[in-house]
């Protein structure tokens, strides 16, 4: 089983900053099948990146994905007020899947 | 438009069993793997459970494997979740998903194992 690590647990930042969320996997992702998820209080989880790197559709840029193997980042550019949420990534190449922790991006 | 219907949520004792249900519509149901992802209270997401287009391959997570079972009904557009020997542990919101990578998910429905 990959087990996914998230970090920052908690990330403090104003809104216009930029966040770096990291997601380091216990070994190798096949074929960056790697998605990242924002989860608002109270909503169901919304697709924001697969395949490690592709936006989903209707997701702003300023979100974007990177990375390959072990080592994933999400980054949004300029934070907005609604941007404010958990976010999770999810590997899903092979099962059992699974998702990282969790990090909470809160208002400073 | 893209919908998924979770259902089938109760309250129910430990030892019980329950049924979930993902209603789909909007797109073509027999095209797509879908999941089931569950959130306990308080709590992130764990997967649950996976299964191919037809039905015929399955996977479950270390957590229920050998009590629950994954199935669907492609002619009815529906997504099952059979769940028995409940545990307290089994408490979560459960969400059905579309896709590999979950694209769409659908509101939850809670499930409640308590005495």
């Known amino acids: 089983e990959i087990v996914l690590t998230q970090s920052p647990g908690t990330l403090s930042l104003s809104p216009g900053e930029r966040a770096t969320l990291s997601c380091r996997a216990s070994?190798?992702?096949?074929?960056?099948?790697l998605a990242w998820y924002q989860q608002r209080p109270g909503q169901s989880p919304r697709l924001l990146i697969y395949?490690?790197?592709s936006r989903a559709t209707g997701i702003p840029d300023r979100f974007s994905g990177s990375g390959s193997g072990t080592d994933f980042t999400l980054t949004i550019s300029r934070l907005e007020p609604e941007d404010f949420a958990v976010y999770y990534c999810h590997h899903y190449g092979d099962s059992p899947r699974t998702f990282g922790q969790g990090t909470k991006v809160d208002i400073k | 438009e893209v919908q998924l219907l979770d259902s089938g949520g109760a309250l129910v004792q430990p030892g019980g069993s329950l049924r979930l249900s993902c209603a789909a519509s909007?797109?073509?149901?027999?095209?797509?793997?879908l999941s089931w992802v569950r959130q306990a209270p308080g709590k992130g997401l764990e997967w649950v459970s996976v299964i191919s287009r037809s039905g015929a391959t399955t996977y479950y997570a270390d957590s229920v494997k050998g009590r629950f079972t994954i199935s669907r009904d492609n002619s009815q557009n529906t997504l099952y979740l059979r769940m028995n020997s409940l545990r307290d542990d089994d408490t979560a919101v459960y969400y059905c998903?579309?896709?590999?990578?979950?694209?769409?998910w659908g509101q939850g429905t809670r499930v409640t194992v308590s005495s």
């Open positions: 395949g490690a790197s």
């Open positions: 998903a579309r896709n590999e990578f979950n694209d769409y």
């Open positions: 070994q190798s992702v096949s074929n960056r099948y």
């Open positions: 909007g797109f073509t149901f027999s095209s797509y793997v």
